[in-house]
């Protein structure tokens, strides 16, 4: 309830009524529709506080006031496909006093997380897994477990995700009750591409669509007992003519319905509970709807509002820090542009983020050379793979947290043919507010450990230049660079980049007694703390290791040799860098000399939501934690000072 004072009124007044979904089963419909106002209001309000993913929660207000006015959460299960349209649903379950803490230390998730209510009965980040876990859901209930209805909710740009038909022709297979709702804004991040994006489109576009909502109401009529078969034929028989009816999904198995407006409470409302009371198997709903809708700063941007910093409520100014260095993504971009420019082989791959890994600035450039695949990272690969075969050169950019998705086609396509795929791996480490499921924490481990793969990470901006041109100059082997999200370090950068020597690290400090090897961006936390060192007294060497695999070995024994011990330091979790040093030094026999080496590596953990610099702190890599690592190394009581 509110804690506005009586004599005040309230700006929500029905949402203040509203703590969990339970509490909107006595509203009229009027009330639902004059909820989803306040909540639109109340979601604007709140990101604008917090910063985060603004247009996909405005684009699904309707469908969230819908889906928890009909069904019964939390037995039923409401999956939200990645989830950053979740901000609505979870200020209508029980978290709107704490909506203002999104995706901040100790606050809520920017997506759904089980251990967060029992109203996220599933967890996600990465797209195309929401019908799987509906269907794996209905399954369950069909075996005697305690739950209700699967509904997923799922944009047309993670239909795009293969995954998403594998669940579907699945489904439609058990022909266990479960409900797909489609939710058909034409935008995920980029606006989405391939065949299936125009088949969708021409489910609306061939006739008007203000015809076709009621001709939606009319579809729901075809779960109606006797006397209505005849009239419910004809008007599902007027669909399919209307507008191809959605043939693709009936024949995976799935009644369709729709197209039906996502903003329209007076279709969603009465369709829906028709549904709920007499649909038996599989439904897809296609409802069309609007990312960003009903903000119009939102709406004008090219994404949706997809994702915002903290912004002005009336303007929809965003609230930026200034920047002091161009950022990795932006570096890479320029430098990977400034190559093709001279090599008419090069070309860039992307699956769904052209504005995230900075290939929409190379599309500029060159865009019969860029290729963006959709939510499809599986594809992604082997269709590189299938460039690099054909004698391209491909550089196929993934974050590194979605790169995982497509290991197995790194694995068989890529590696096992030695086809010499070039891998742009941004969004290496802890990324921040979106927590856990962006992290990149992985991708050294996985894929240091394939025979006769490159494996880089650039310490700073330079040397991504540089890796960029070692990487189009490997034409016989598949190769990656890594690189964080965020700024550079400012450091000058060069003109045009040089191939680097394969397996060749550098010094960048001279000293003694203590060598700190760096592999990737800590490199900058490895500088900070060093300057503390000497304070000390200490003079440790400092090493840029550049490469994982192969690794710089004369450059490690040249250590050993040199100093009494050896700390690496590397933002990926252990079976990493840290784990080939071990295991080089390890079939050298240094240890059997008494060498010490200690390592320092992301946890063993998933570490939550916070600023990237908290999490750093949490995983014990920042320059304090570092100088702290060395001090205990040599024996020095981190208290005592020079």
């Known amino acids: 309830m509110s804690d506005l004072p009586q004599t005040q009124t309230s700006s929500t007044p029905i949402l203040d009524r509203v703590r969990l979904p339970a509490d909107m089963k006595g509203l009229s419909d009027r009330e639902l529709i004059q909820l989803a106002g306040e909540l639109r209001r109340e979601t604007i309000a709140a990101v604008s506080e917090t910063g985060g993913h603004l247009g996909a929660g405005l684009g699904v207000v309707e469908l969230t006031v819908a889906l928890h006015a009909v069904f019964d959460a939390p037995r039923d299960k409401i999956v939200w496909d990645v989830g950053h349209q979740c901000y609505p649903h979870k200020i209508l379950t029980g978290r709107r006093d704490r909506i203002r803490t999104l995706r901040m230390e100790d606050g809520l998730s920017g997506f759904t997380k089980r251990s967060e209510s029992a109203y996220d009965p599933f967890g996600a980040g990465h797209s195309s897994t929401s019908i799987s876990a509906a269907v794996g859901f209905s399954a369950a209930r069909e075996l005697g477990a305690e739950t209700g209805d699967a509904i997923a909710v799922i944009g047309d740009g993670a239909l795009t995700g293969g995954m998403a038909f594998e669940a579907l022709n699945h489904g439609g297979h058990l022909k266990n009750r479960v409900f797909v709702v489609l939710n058909d804004n034409e935008m995920s991040i980029a606006p989405p591409v391939g065949a299936l994006s125009t088949y969708l489109t021409r489910l609306y576009s061939e006739s008007p669509f203000q015809d076709l909502k009621e001709v939606a109401k009319g579809a729901a009529r075809t779960f109606l007992p006797e006397p209505f078969k005849e009239g419910a034929k004809r008007a599902k028989e007027m669909l399919k003519g209307m507008a191809m009816g959605g043939t693709l999904f009936e024949e995976l198995g799935f009644t369709y319905v729709g197209p039906v407006d996502g903003h329209d409470l007076e279709s969603l409302l009465p369709l829906l509970r028709t549904l709920k009371a007499r649909a038996r198997g599989p439904v897809l709903i296609h409802a069309l709807t609007k990312k960003g809708k009903g903000y119009a700063p939102a709406e004008s941007r090219p994404d949706g509002g997809h994702a915002t910093a903290k912004f002005n409520l009336a303007t929809g100014e965003q609230k930026k820090a ?257 784990s080939h040093v071990q295991n080089f030094l390890m079939e050298e026999g240094v240890f059997d000399r008494g060498f010490k080496l200690r390592s320092m590596v992301l946890p063993d953990d998933f570490i939550n939501h916070a600023s990237p610099e908290k999490m750093y702190e949490v995983a014990g890599m920042n320059a304090v934690q570092i100088e702290a690592k060395v001090l205990e190394m040599l024996n020095i009581s981190v208290a005592k000072r020079a």
């Open 322 to 578: 200034p920047s002091n260095a161009p950022s990795y993504t932006k570096v890479f971009a320029e430098a990977l542009i400034s190559e093709a420019n001279r090599d008419g082989t090069i070309v860039g791959v992307t699956a769904a983020m052209p504005d995230g890994t900075g290939l929409k600035e190379f599309g500029a450039h060159h865009p019969r050379r860029m290729f963006d695949v959709g939510i499809a990272e599986q594809h992604a690969v082997t269709f590189s793979a299938g460039l690099a075969a054909s004698g391209m050169k491909p550089f196929c950019a993934i974050y590194s947290t979605f790169l995982q998705r497509g290991y197995d086609q790194i694995v068989h396509d890529v590696a096992i043919q030695k086809l010499p795929v070039r891998f742009a791996i941004d969004r290496a480490g802890l990324v921040g507010a979106d927590g856990a499921t962006h992290a990149g924490a992985f991708d050294t481990a996985f894929l240091a450990n394939l025979p006769d793969f490159v494996v880089m990470a650039a310490g700073d901006e330079a040397e991504l230049v540089h890796m960029v041109a070692t990487a189009a100059a490997i034409n016989d082997r598949p190769s990656a660079f890594r690189y964080p999200r965020g700024e550079g370090m400012g450091v000058d950068m060069p003109q045009q980049g040089v191939p680097l020597e394969i397996g060749k690290g550098r010094i960048l400090q001279e000293g003694a007694q203590v060598a700190i090897l760096s592999y990737g961006a800590r490199l900058s936390e490895v500088l900070k703390a060093t300057e503390a060192l000497r304070a000390r007294g200490i003079q440790p060497t400092v090493a840029d290791a550049r490469f994982c695999k192969p690794l710089d070995k004369d450059l490690i024994l040249r250590l050993v040799a040199e100093h009494e011990a050896i700390l690496t330091i590397e933002e990926g979790a252990i079976g990493g860098f840290a």
